[in-house]
C-alpha cells in the first residue's frame, strides 16, 4: 500500500522493563488487522521478541521495529528494551519517530527509567503521550499515578481517556463531552481540562473559548499539534495489552491526534562538523534530494547487515545511487525493505517520514547519513550525547589465534550499538569493551559466540594509574662508546619540573648556541619520551611534567642519533630519580538516581569507598540524585554494590574528573609491587 507522508505515524514505546511494551505492540498489530493472532512472549512469537536470546531472558534486548494499517494512516511502531542496562540501544531509535510513547506499568508506577526515557523526549524536542498499561489488574492507585505523573513531568499531563468498569474498558475523553462513568474522575472533567490546556496555545482559539463559545474538536486538530510539540500537552492514555482494553481507543488516538512527520518539531540537521556546524533545514517534500538517517543497524546470521533508515526528505527509491556521509563512491540501493519484525518486505519507494532497511551495505553505520546528491555532503543530525557506557570488561579471545577474528566481531559490534565503547590501553595491553551494565555486556558475549563464533575471557580492567613528579630536578647522562672503528657520543643536561595536572607533557629545548643542533635534539627527545610509558616508581606513564635540556656536548665525528637517544633517555632518568615521582590516581563523578528511601546506605556506601558527597536532592516521584566524588580504583564494581543496596532501581553515571595523588596505602602497594616485577625480570 502506497501512502503519503501525511498519513505516516512515527511511534517509539519506551520505558521500564515489563511494563508491557511489546505485548502492547502485539495488541497493535492484532487490533490493527496486521496480524491474524497474537503471538506469545513465552514462546517467543511475538513480532517484537523474535530473538531466541529474547525468549531465554523474557526481555526485549534490541529495539523492533513493525507497522499497521489503521483508518488510513501508516503507523510504524518501534518497541524498544526497558532494561536499564539497554537503554542506550532504546535511545538511539529516538532520531526516526516524532512520538514517543512513554509506558507505564499500573502496578508499579513511575520508576526511574520512566524518568530517563521521559528527560531523553524532552531533550530530542519529540511529542509524547503516556501510556499506562495493564489496567485490567484493577489497581486502586491508578488516580495516584495521574497525580504521581502531573507533579514528576508537570501539569501539562492530562488523561486523554478513561479507565471504566474496573480497567475493562476505556472511555474517550477527548472527542466526547460526557460520558458513561469512569472508574476516577469524569469525561467531562478530564474533557474540560484538556480542551482548555490545549486552546491555550492558540490566543484566537482560547478567545472564542473564554467567551463561551463552542470549540468543535476538529477545529482545535492544529492547536492540538502545536501543544505537542511545544510540550504543552502530554496526553495520557490506558490499555491493558493482555485484554484488549484500550487498544482500539490507543490506534484511533494515534491516527487522529499524533503528529504526522511534518507536524512534530523538524529533525536537527546540521552541516559541518565539529563546534563548526550550521543548522539545515530538511523538508518532507518527496522531490527533493534524498537525504535518510541510519537509527539502526543489527547483523542477521542469514541476511548479513541490515540497516534501518528514517527518511526525512526526498523519495528513496529501488535502484538509486546513494552516498553515505561524505563518501565519494556511491552504492546502488537495489533492495529496500518494510520491515515487520524479522520480516522484510521489498518496496519500490519510500516517502519522506517512512521508515525502511536495506541490507547488506557495510558502510551504513549507526548515525550514518545517506543521500543522493553531494549537495548533502557534510550533513549530520545533531547528536544527543547519552549517559556514558561505564561497565568495563578486559577481553581476550579464548582461543589463541583468535585475535583478529574477535577485532573484527568487536567491529561489527561497535557499528551495531552506540552504547558501546571499546579502548585499548597499550601500557596495560588491555582491551576494554565497556557497556551499560551486566546484562548489556553479557547478551554481546553470548551474540558474539552465536553469530560471530569468537568465544571470549573476560577480567575485571585494570585502573588507569599515572605517576608524575613533584619537584624539579637535574639529570645529566654522558654516552660514549669506543669500540673499535666509529665511535658514539652524545652528552645531555636537561632538568624536569611539575607541571599542573592536566597538562600533559612538555619537551623545551632551552640550550644555547646550538649546543646540541636540532635533528641531534630530536633525538634527545625521542629518549625522553621512551622513558614516559615505563614510568619511575611502579610502571605507569608519567605526566604533568616539563623536560627542559639546557646544554649538551657533541662530537665532530661520533655524534650519532642513538647517541642522544641514549644520553636523553639516561639523563631523564636521573632527573626523575631525584624528583620525586608519586602515583596517580583517577578521580570520577558519579551521578547516582535511586529511591529516597536508600539514600543514606548509599552516602555511606560512597564514603567507605574514600568517596565524597557533593550533593544531594530529592525529585518528585520519591526519587534521589546524589552527586558523589570517589576514586575509580574503588568503585569499579560500584554496578553490583548500586543494585543491592536498591533492590536493582538504582542508576549511575560515571564520568572521568580528574588525577589525584593515590592514598599512600596504594602508591606503597603499586611501587612494591613493581619492584618485585622488576627483580623477577632481572633474575630471568
Ligand atoms: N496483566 C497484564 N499483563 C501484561 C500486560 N501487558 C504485558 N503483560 C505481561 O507483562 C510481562 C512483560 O511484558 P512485555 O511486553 O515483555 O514487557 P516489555 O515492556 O516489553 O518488557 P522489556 O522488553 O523487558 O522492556 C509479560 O509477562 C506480559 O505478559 C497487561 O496489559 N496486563
Ligand atoms: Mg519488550
Known amino acids: 500500500m502506497s501512502h503519503a507522508t501525511a498519513d505516516i505515524r512515527n511511534i517509539a514505546l519506551l520505558g521500564q522493563a515489563a511494563s508491557g511494551k511489546t505485548l502492547l505492540t502485539e495488541a497493535l498489530l492484532f487490533k490493527g488487522g496486521a496480524i491474524r493472532a497474537m503471538g506469545e512472549l513465552s514462546r517467543g512469537t511475538t513480532v517484537c521478541d523474535h530473538d531466541p536470546l529474547e525468549k531465554e531472558y523474557q526481555h526485549s534486548l534490541d529495539s523492533a521495529i513493525c507497522h499497521l494499517d489503521h483508518q488510513g494512516k501508516r503507523i510504524n511502531l518501534i518497541d524498544t528494551p526497558g532494561y536499564p542496562d539497554l537503554l542506550g540501544r532504546s535511545l538511539s531509535v529516538l532520531p526516526a519517530v516524532e512520538t514517543a510513547a512513554i509506558v507505564i506499568n499500573a502496578q508499579s508506577g513511575i520508576e526511574i527509567s520512566t524518568r530517563r526515557v521521559m528527560d531523553a523526549a524532552v531533550k530530542r524536542g519529540l511529542d509524547r503521550v503516556v501510556i499506562v498499561n495493564k489496567i485490567d489488574l484493577n489497581v486502586p492507585g491508578l488516580p495516584e499515578i495521574v497525580e504521581q505523573l502531573r507533579a514528576a513531568f508537570g501539569a501539562e499531563c492530562l488523561p486523554i481517556n478513561l479507565p471504566a468498569e474496573g480497567g475493562k474498558k476505556v472511555v474517550d475523553c477527548f472527542f466526547s463531552r460526557e460520558g458513561a462513568a469512569t472508574d476516577f474522575s469524569s469525561v467531562a472533567e478530564a474533557h474540560q481540562k484538556i480542551i482548555e490546556q490545549v486552546v491555550e496555545v492558540d490566543e484566537p482559539l482560547l478567545e472564542r473559548y473564554l467567551g463561551g463559545e463552542e470549540v468543535p474538536e476538529e477545529a482545535l486538530h492544529d492547536a492540538f499539534e502545536k501543544a505537542l510539540r511545544e510540550g504543552h500537552l502530554v496526553p495520557i492514555c490506558f490499555t491493558s495489552a493482555t485484554t484488549g482494553a484500550g487498544v482500539a481507543e490507543l490506534l484511533d488516538l494515534i491516527a487522529r491526534l499524533m503528529p504526522n512527520p511534518t507536524e512534530a518539531n523538524p529533525p536537527a540537521f546540521v552541516k559541518g562538523e565539529g563546534d563548526d556546524v550550521e543548522p539545515v533545514q530538511v523538508s518532507c517534500d518527496p522531490g527533493k534530494h534524498v537525504l535518510a538517517h541510519v537509527f539502526k543497524v543489527s547483523l542477521d546470521p542469514y541476511v ?376 623477577q625480570v632481572e633474575v630471568e
Open 304 to 679: 548479513g547487515r541490515i540497516a534501518m533508515m528514517r527518511v526525512h526528505q526526498g523519495t528513496l527509491r529501488t535502484g538509486a545511487q546513494l552516498f553515505v556521509g561524505d563518501a565519494r563512491k556511491a552504492f546502488k540501493a537495489a533492495h529496500v525493505f518494510a520491515v515487520q519484525g524479522k520480516t522484510m518486505q521489498e518496496v519500490s519507494a519510500v516517502v519522506p517520514g517512512d521508515l525502511c532497511a536495506i541490507t547488506k551495505v557495510d558502510d551504513l553505520v549507526y548515525d550514518a547519513v545517506v543521500h543522493d546528491s553531494h549537495d548533502e555532503d557534510h550533513h549530520h543530525l545533531r547528536r544527543q550525547p547519552g549517559a556514558p557506557p561505564m561497565l568495563g570488561l578486559a577481553i581476550t579471545p579464548a582461543r589463541h589465534g583468535d585475535e583478529q577474528k574477535l577485532a573484527d566481531a568487536m567491529h561489527k559490534l561497535l557499528a551495531e550499538d552506540s552504547s558501546l565503547r571499546l579502548e585499548h590501553v597499550p601500557a596495560l595491553n588491555e582491551t576494554v569493551l565497556y557497556g551499560m551494565g551486566d546484562l548489556h555486556l553479557k547478551v554481546l558475549i553470548e551474540r558474539m559466540k552465536r553469530v560471530h563464533n569468537v568465544e571470549v575471557k573476560t577480567h575485571v580492567p585494570s585502573v588507569p594509574f599515572r605517576e608524575t613528579i613533584t619537584r624539579a630536578a637535574d639529570g645529566h647522562h654522558r654516552h660514549k662508546k669506543q669500540t673499535g672503528g666509529a665511535g658514539q657520543f652524545g652528552e645531555v643536561f636537561l632538568r624536569v619540573k611539575p607541571l599542573p595536572r592536566g597538562s600533559g607533557f612538555e619537551f623545551d629545548d632551552d640550550t644555547v648556541g646550538g649546543s646540541i643542533p636540532a635533528q641531534l635534539m630530536s633525538a634527545v627527545e625521542k629518549g625522553v619520551r621512551q622513558v614516559l610509558d615505563g614510568g619511575a616508581i611502579a610502571g605507569f606513564p608519567l605526566q604533568d611534567v616539563r623536560v627542559e635540556v639546557y646544554d649538551g656536548k657533541t662530537h665532530p665525528v661520533d655524534s650519532k642519533e642513538v647517541a642522544f637517544v641514549s644520553a636523553g633517555k639516561k639523563a631523564f632518568l636521573d632527573a626523575i630519580t631525584k624528583a620525586h615521582a608519586i602515583v596517580l590516581e583517577p578521580i570520577v563523578n558519579l551521578t547516582i538516581t535511586a529511591p529516597a528511601n536508600s539514600i543514606g546506605s548509599i552516602t555511606a556506601d560512597v564514603i567507605g569507598m574514600r568517596g565524597a558527597i557533593k550533593d544531594q536532592s530529592v525529585l518528585p516521584g520519591n526519587l534521589a540524585v546524589i552527586e558523589a566524588r570517589a576514586p575509580l580504583s574503588e568503585v569499579r564494581d560500584y554496578h553490583q554494590k548500586l543494585k543491592a543496596h536498591t533492590a536493582g532501581e538504582g542508576v549511575y553515571t560515571m564520568e572521568f574528573s580528574h588525577y589525584e595523588p593515590a592514598a599512600p596505602r596504594v602508591q606503597q602497594e603499586l611501587v612494591g609491587r613493581h619492584a618485585k616485577r622488576q627483580q
